[in-house]
Antibody, heavy 117, light 111 residues
Framework: EVQLVESGGGLVRPGGSLRLSCAASGFTFNSFSMNWVRQTPGKGLEWVSSISSGSGYIYYADSVKGRFAVSRDNARKSLYLQMNSLRAQDTAVYYC??????????WGQGTLVTVSS | QSALTQPASVSGSPGQSITLSCTGTSSDVGDYNYVSWYQQHPGEAPKLMIYDVSYRPSGVSSRFSGSKSGNTASLTISGLQAEDEADYYCSSYTRGTTPWVFGGGTKLTVL
């Protein structure tokens, strides 16, 4: 069974940093691209970033470009999102999701990031 | 404002069929057969219900079906059940600046 478990969320002040992690199990992690998607409270979904299986291709939403950095450790079966210069608008639940045949077929339970003074 | 347009809410009675719409552009829904639909119950993660416009993942009820015409994709749920009450999001691959775009979501209420 595919499992994705996010961690690292919490309360951070504007301008601060946070590192999210996503632990994967139940599938061959190094064969899949992975994505981060966020959901603001009571609002819809927004794609944030994606990283290919070998980390050769990395993409970011314009709203986080230059502030967030995605990475992965295939040996540890883990995905990461380093978030710097955080803003109130970054407050959201952050999900990691597996990319499979042009869809995001498996999602973690999410971790809440709150940016507030 | 979301890239794909979905009605904010839809309702139906048990046993009925309802159709949710998702309107994009020729750069996303109209150009790719990579439309997906996700179901999200309160406090839970999104669950994939339909991918590549009309394919169901293993374990998803055959009451859920998808289609596309031009720039608009649709999700039809037949034989509505109370457990279908949830938020539904569409997404599409796109050749825009981001690979994935989402709709704003439709809240389905089963009366």
């Amino acid at each position: 069974e595919v499992q994705l478990v996010e961690s690292g969320g919490g309360l951070v002040r504007p301008g601060g940093s946070l590192r999210l992690s996503c632990a994967a199990s139940g599938f061959t992690f190094n064969s899949f691209s992975m994505n981060w998607v966020r959901q603001t409270p009571g609002k819809g979904l927004e794609w944030v970033s994606s990283i290919s299986s070998g980390s050769g291709y990395i993409y970011y939403a314009d709203s986080v470009k230059g502030r967030f950095a995605v990475s992965r450790d295939n040996a540890r079966k883990s995905l990461y999102l380093q978030m710097n210069s955080l803003r109130a608008q970054d407050t959201a639940v952050y999900y990691c999701a597996r990319e499979n045949s042009d869809t995001l077929d498996s999602w973690g339970q999410g971790t809440l990031v709150t940016v507030s003074s | 404002q979301s890239a794909l347009t979905q009605p904010a809410s839809v309702s139906g009675s048990p046993g009925q069929s309802i159709t949710l719409s998702c309107t994009g552009t020729s750069s996303d829904v109209g150009d790719y057969n990579y439309v997906s639909w996700y179901q999200q119950h309160p406090g839970e993660a999104p669950k994939l219900m339909i991918y590549d416009v009309s394919y169901r993942p293993s374990g998803v009820s055959s009451r859920f079906s998808g289609s596309k015409s031009g720039n608009t994709a649709s999700l039809t749920i037949s034989g509505l059940q109370a457990e279908d009450e949830a938020d539904y999001y569409c997404s599409s691959y796109t050749r825009g600046t981001t690979p994935w775009v989402f709709g704003g979501g439709t809240k389905l209420t089963v009366l």
